[in-house]
C-alpha cells in the first residue's frame, strides 16, 4: 500500500493549488482546509499507511469536489427547502466518494498493470469441460 500511497502523494504534488502536509499533532486522519487562496491537507502522521491512504485519497475526492463547485461558482440556489438542501449535500458526498473511488482504481491499476480479467458470460462450450478420469 505504500506504492500507492507515495503515487497519490506525487499526483497531489502536481497541483499548483494544493499542499499535502504530514503532521503528527492532529486528532483525525486527515482534512482538508482552504487557506491563502490555496488547498491543505493534512495527513496524520501516526497512522498506518493504509488509513494515510484512505485519507488522502477522501481529501482529494474532497478537493475535486470544491474545485468543481468553484468553477460553477457554488452551488445552484435551487435548494428552497431543508429536504432540498439535504439532498444536494448527499448528492454533492456521493459525487466526491466516486471520484475517490475512480482515482484509487486508477493509481492501483497503474501501479500494478492491468487489471484481471473475468471469465467470459455467455454460451457454453462444451470444450471447456474438464475430461473425466475413469
Same mark, same amino acid.
Given at each position: 500500500m505504500?506504492?500507492? %500511497?507515495?503515487?497519490?502523494? =506525487? %499526483?497531489?504534488?502536481?497541483? =499548483? =493549488? ?6 503528527? #499533532?492532529? #486528532? ?7 487557506? #491563502? ?30 474545485r468543481?463547485?468553484?468553477?460553477r461558482?457554488?452551488?445552484p ?33 497503474? %501501479? ?5 480479467r ?6 457454453? =462450450? ?9
Amino acid at each position: 500500500m505504500a506504492g500507492v %500511497l507515495s503515487r497519490l502523494y =506525487d %499526483l497531489a504534488q502536481r497541483r =499548483d =493549488d494544493l499542499v499535502v502536509d504530514v503532521v503528527d #499533532d492532529i #486528532d483525525s486522519w486527515g482534512f482538508l482546509l482552504f487557506r #491563502d487562496g490555496r488547498y491543505h491537507i493534512y495527513i496524520n502522521d501516526s497512522v498506518r499507511d493504509f488509513r494515510k491512504t484512505m485519507a488522502l485519497v477522501d481529501e482529494l475526492g474532497h478537493y475535486a469536489l470544491r474545485r468543481r463547485l468553484a468553477r460553477r461558482e457554488g452551488r445552484p440556489e435551487t435548494a428552497a427547502t431543508m429536504k432540498e438542501q439535504i439532498r444536494e449535500d448527499r448528492a454533492c458526498d456521493a459525487w466526491a466518494a466516486k471520484f475517490s473511488r475512480r482515482l484509487l482504481y486508477l493509481v492501483r491499476r497503474g %501501479l500494478h498493470g492491468g487489471t484481471s480479467r473475468r471469465p467470459r458470460q455467455g454460451r457454453y =462450450d462444451p470444450s471447456w469441460r474438464v475430461p473425466q478420469k475413469g
